[in-house]
């Protein structure tokens, strides 16, 4: 009997938290626009894309979803256990936005995506985009 309760929490586990545990590989964050080496003028239009995973609202909980957060100049993640910042340097697009423009200092930064779940916070397993650098003349 012990055994099976012990089987049947390991399943139900495994249903609850299948978003963030299969098809790990299939799943990827990225720039549409702009790209890594791109010197760009103001405003900057921002694109986004995702495979593996559906863009939705904040608050929508829905599986292998969640929404967008622009990372700017950030030199250390935040928690991923936690919701993700809100402030100049970390975006949300709540709404389920996919592009954008804003207005950057001239200058080089750096930037990253984060996908966060309904409640802001990144997935058990961070989607997370690869470091891109730009030039805003």
Do not use: C, W
Request: net charge neutral; charged share 20%.
């Amino acid at each position: 009997m012990k055994f099976f309760i012990l089987f049947l929490s390991v399943i139900f586990s495994v249903v609850i938290f299948s978003d963030d545990f299969t098809n790990q590989e299939d799943k990827r964050l990225f720039f549409i626009s702009p790209l890594d080496g791109d010197v760009v003028s103001n405003p900057v239009k921002f694109r986004f894309g995702v495979i593996g995973m559906k863009i939705v609202p904040a608050g929508t909980n829905e599986p292998s979803s969640g929404h967008h957060h622009l990372l700017i100049n950030v030199k250390e993640l935040p928690n991923m256990k936690l919701p993700i910042p809100a402030n100049e340097n970390h975006i949300h697009f709540g709404k389920g936005q996919t592009e954008t423009d804003l207005n950057l200092p001239k200058g080089k930064h750096t930037l990253q995506l984060l996908l966060g779940n309904y409640l802001h916070i990144p997935h058990n397993k961070p989607l997370i985009s690869e470091k891109i650098h730009i030039i805003v003349e």
